[in-house]
């Protein structure tokens, strides 16, 4: 069974998810990041204890929990006293094998949500991906999933990698959408809070109905007058306009061969 | 007061707003459309007349909703007989003043909302946008508006059509987010119902932080390695591709300026 854990990292997802094993009985030893602020904010948040050094971090957690950016993973890997131990990385891009060089035992915890600091998330549904190169320690994974999530998933390499490639696209490519939406009220002077209804419920009917059928708007009606007039609207944020041509097209593309 | 309405349209919107209507004491008494089916569908749900031909359309309504596509709007407005008594359309990107030419007293009734027939809606926190050329009028429709919604708002044509524009970003283009998501899971024969809980809460986060410091992905982090690795897994799909790059593109110039 896994009970203590070292947290390499302190960033949105390291906090978020060593908050939640935290407040589901698992113990975390330390914190490992590469700036004592923010080792230190986290470590106060859990009354553990923090390194700013590779070499001090404790020899005798039952996992060791790289929750990285991806490219502070490898160069971090190369600088640990090796053997590790038990250890998973929650990257959604980075193939089970890196670990291959430096430990036996090595699996992906992958929680699949958006995490900032500044907002706590509900671990429960959020979907949680599992693989390991070894049988019990893959059950040992499962296990700790289940302590803070009702959805907990084997997914590969290959897949995790297609997951988080969708997650771009309705994550934050849709929240880059937002950010579009809000620039163009300001230009108006009006609220951004109109907005929010109707993010919202796009949301929401996209949990309901199949978004291809779900898909409203002048684009699949292929409704030439607004878009132009739209286009038009947009002469002076060239970027959006481009955007708005491109996204129209593929909508209707994607509408008629559906 | 406003108590006898005639919806003309039964489409998404027109089936929502006059079930909403009629819900709140507003007498629906008839219902017009270009074909018997919708007109008859619509007409049963609210319990009144239909008609499908434009001389016999009721003449004594307090108002006329003209709940129609854009398209649709001009050629059964000229097929009306003179004068119609007092209308509104539905539309975001019209102006008021389309109606000019039909009669004296006109105005907007926008309810910024995405509306599909099958899936009901709460009108009580969507953003209805009145506009007027009649003072008296205005408050009219204001007064009608409060019945179903807590969310009204005076709205200048100019304002209304950069929310409309707007509305396209933040729930037709994400919805389309939505589907090349789906798309690309189905490739790899994963569940749709994974990305589900972080479609919500991408939304929910946007109505509690700024979209803009909220964002997330490896394009606000200029992540290049991840980015190429995203691309090359869309070289099967090139639109996709070349919308990932666009959008990733435009993500990091909007960070970048901010």
């Not at 859990?46 to 996992?63: F, G, M």
């Not at 579009?180 to 796009?202: A, C, H, M, R, S």
């Not at 491109?246 to 909508?251: A, D, H, K």
């Amino acid at each position: 069974m896994i009970q203590k854990v070292v947290m390499i990292g302190a960033g949105n997802l390291a906090t978020q998810l060593s908050l939640a094993l935290h407040e589901n009985g698992i113990e975390i030893l330390q914190v490992y990041s590469r700036t004592v602020e923010s080792a230190k904010a986290l470590a106060e948040k859990l009354n553990c204890k923090y390194t700013i050094s590779v070499k001090e971090i404790e020899k005798n957690a039952d996992l060791y929990v790289f929750a990285l950016s991806d490219k502070a993973l490898q160069p971090i890997l190369d600088g640990l006293p090796v053997p590790i131990g038990k250890v998973v990385h929650t990257a959604g891009s980075i193939p089970v094998d890196i670990f291959e060089n430096y430990t036996k035992i090595y699996g992906v915890f992958y929680p699949l949500q958006t995490f900032s600091k500044e907002r706590k998330v509900d671990f429960s549904d959020i979907p949680i991906c599992i693989e390991s190169n070894n049988m019990e320690f893959q059950e040992n994974l499962i296990a700790l999933a289940k302590r803070i999530s009702k959805s907990v998933h084997l997914i590969s390499s290959d897949q995790r990698k297609q997951l988080h490639l969708a997650a771009v696209f309705t994550c934050n490519f849709t929240n880059h959408m937002y950010c579009i939406g809000q620039k163009l009220l300001e230009e108006k002077d009006v609220d951004f809070e109109l907005l929010k209804p109707l993010i919202l419920e796009t949301a929401q009917k996209a949990l309901q109905l199949n978004p291809l059928s779900a898909q409203t708007g002048p684009a699949v009606r292929f409704d030439e007058e607004i878009m132009s007039s739209h286009e038009k609207a947009l002469e002076n944020t060239p970027d959006f306009k481009k955007l708005y041509s491109f996204v129209s097209e593929s909508i209707y593309k994607m509408h008629k061969s559906k």
